[in-house]
């Protein structure tokens, strides 16, 4: 059985892989969302993330679609105890502002309570740094929360190492909440907002990170290699790009399938989850199938020998 590991200095514990929760109520229904959430938990994942803001892009959406299927789906399974929910707050404007206001903070969190149908967030995130609200002000904010039981701990997303150092300085020096988690863009096409000042931060300061876009939108699934490929999902659109630059990733990716028998998701996620001072990749899949190939990359081990090589074509 896979050994779970400790969120950074929380007492929470998730397998390498975290449910990404964008495509609930987006790309895939609320039906299929449930099956995804019932087959994620039962084989052996726990920790799901969404934010407020999702899924506000959609024609006719104005966020909080996504927290709303899965409120209503631990209401109908009864698994509120045996997940960690992970939200965000910082991108959807609103009752008492926008950013990190510190009354923003305190209505979005009651709003994301009321459609969780739950009356604590486990992970709250900053969804993204916000220069206009002075640092202190916004762990205060976050401070309230935690005092009156309603999140357990708090995440920093998108922010860079002098902010995210400087809010860490802060706290100390005047008894706030300290980020536990991080949750930046990383992934095996997707290095540099990482690696380096941030990445050896986290090291040093044991703050969990949970990085997104885990499989780079579908891309390093292997799934997109042409043009053509392109026009078989929502998410196809944003490929040409990568097709042109990356296909050296992809190149490295089949050859270490050829040598494990494992599929293209796997082996990236399975990077991710090696590199230091990460904890669980978070990912999402919009149908059974996907779910489980990706489930399948928590009991996956890549030699040095192969991350090395991975590590080397994605530079
Ligand atoms: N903090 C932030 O600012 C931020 C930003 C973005 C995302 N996130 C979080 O990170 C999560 C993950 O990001 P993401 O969902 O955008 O991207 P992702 O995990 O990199 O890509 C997931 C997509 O790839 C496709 N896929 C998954 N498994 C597959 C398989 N085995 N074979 C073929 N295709 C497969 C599915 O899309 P199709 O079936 O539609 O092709 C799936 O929705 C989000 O859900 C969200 O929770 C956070």
């Excluded at 199938?289 to 890549?302: F, P, S, V």
């Amino acid at each position: 059985m896979t050994r779970k590991r400790r969120l950074g200095a929380t007492d929470f514990e998730t397998v390498p892989l975290v449910f990404g929760g964008n495509v609930f109520g987006w790309t895939a229904d609320q039906a299929t969302s449930f099956a995804l959430l019932d087959r994620f938990v039962e084989r052996g994942g726990s920790m799901i993330d969404t934010a407020d803001v999702y899924s506000a892009w959609v024609a006719g959406h104005k966020g909080g679609e996504s927290e709303t299927i899965i409120g209503e789906w631990l209401r109908r399974s009864g698994k509120r105890d045996s997940v960690i929910i992970a939200t965000k707050v910082g991108m959807l404007p609103g009752e008492g502002g926008d950013k990190l206001a510190p009354a923003r903070i305190a209505a979005a969190c009651d709003a994301s309570l009321r459609r969780l149908g739950t009356d604590h967030i486990d992970v709250y995130f900053a969804h993204q740094d916000d220069p206009d609200t002075p640092q202190e002000a916004v762990l205060e904010a976050f401070g309230k929360l935690i005092d009156a039981g309603k999140v357990r701990v708090i995440g920093a997303s998108n922010f860079h190492a002098a902010r995210l150092k400087s809010a860490l300085d802060l706290a100390r020096e005047h008894g706030l909440p300290h980020y536990r988690v991080l949750q930046p863009e990383y992934n095996l096409v997707s290095r540099k907002k990482f690696e380096g000042e941030l990445q050896d931060l986290c090291v040093d300061h044991n703050i969990a990170v949970t990085p997104y876009y885990g499989l780079a939108s579908g891309f390093l699934t292997g799934k997109y290699r042409s043009e053509a490929d392109t026009k078989q999902s929502v998410r196809g659109g944003g490929m040409a790009n990568l097709i042109e630059r990356k296909m050296g990733v992809i190149a490295a990716m089949d050859e270490v399938a050829a040598e494990t028998g494992a599929t293209l998701a796997r082996i990236a996620l399975a990077w991710l989850a090696a590199q230091p001072g990460v904890t669980a990749p978070i990912a999402s899949a919009t149908s059974i199938d996907q779910l489980d190939d990706l489930m399948g990359a928590i009991d996956l081990e890549l030699s040095q020998d192969q991350l090395d090589r991975l590590t080397a074509a994605g530079a």
